[in-house]
């Protein structure tokens, strides 16, 4: 079975700076997917960048980029240029997909991050 | 963009009801979930759905449980006789392959009293 540690259940930076979330899984399968998702107070589940084990490149979306370390097994999420609006708690989560079964998703349990004026 | 909509947002119940919650998934999606996540927890998998049966189910997806898909648009979430420890924010997800990236709901947020 999988596991997502995330070691940092609160953090907080400053409007404009940036900040890096931390996350760590445990697997042994060689294909898969990360996510990182943010849920803000309204408690929706937004997806905010996916990357997959295959691709070695960094995936990076505006803002939002991660470090994804397979040998290591870490995914860090870059949050740059920090807006009041990124204020969520994010969730990192593993994917292995299963044919004739679907994606079922393995989350971390969170880290709050809260954005300062 | 099309999305995944869960009816209602918040539903309150009395321990021992039976109480259902709705998700139309996104029409040309195949594949259906429901997730779970307790008040300040993390999220948790109960089930996925496919070709019209249930294909993986977690330890929390007990006998209480079940799940319908039955009109080919609703995709329903049943709690037979739910009791305090069901309370939570529970989240249908669609996806159109085992690849792709999961469409959450806004969530049903359930109090169970």
């Known amino acids: 079975a999988q596991t997502v540690t995330q070691s940092q259940p609160e953090m907080s930076v400053q409007e404009a700076e940036t900040v890096t979330l931390s996350c760590t899984y445990d697997?042994?399968?060689?294909?898969?997917?990360l996510f990182w998702y943010k849920q803000p107070p309204s408690r929706q589940m937004i997806l905010v960048i996916r990357q997959e084990a295959y691709k070695q490149q960094n995936a990076t979306e505006n803002r939002f980029s991660v470090n994804f370390q397979k040998a290591a097994k870490s995914f860090s999420l870059k949050i740059s240029d920090s807006q009041l609006g990124d204020t969520a708690m994010y969730f990192c989560a593993f994917m292995k997909p299963v044919a004739n079964a679907g994606n079922m998703l393995t989350f971390g349990g969170g880290t709050r991050l809260m954005v300062k004026p | 963009e099309p999305e995944v909509t869960q009816t209602p947002s918040h539903q309150v119940t009395q321990m021992g009801q039976e109480v259902i919650l709705r998700c139309v998934p996104i029409s040309n999606h195949l594949y259906f979930y429901w997730y779970r996540q307790i008040l300040g927890q993390k999220v948790e998998f109960l089930v996925s759905f496919y070709n019209n049966e249930i294909s993986e189910k977690s330890e929390i997806f007990d006998d209480q449980f079940s799940v319908e898909r039955p009109d080919g648009s609703n995709f329903t979430l049943k709690i037979r006789s739910t009791k305090l420890e069901d309370s939570a924010m529970y989240f249908c997800a669609s996806s159109g392959d085992p690849f792709s990236v999961l469409h959450f709901g806004n969530g049903t947020r359930l109090t169970v009293t």
């Open positions: 697997t042994s399968e060689n294909n898969y997917y």
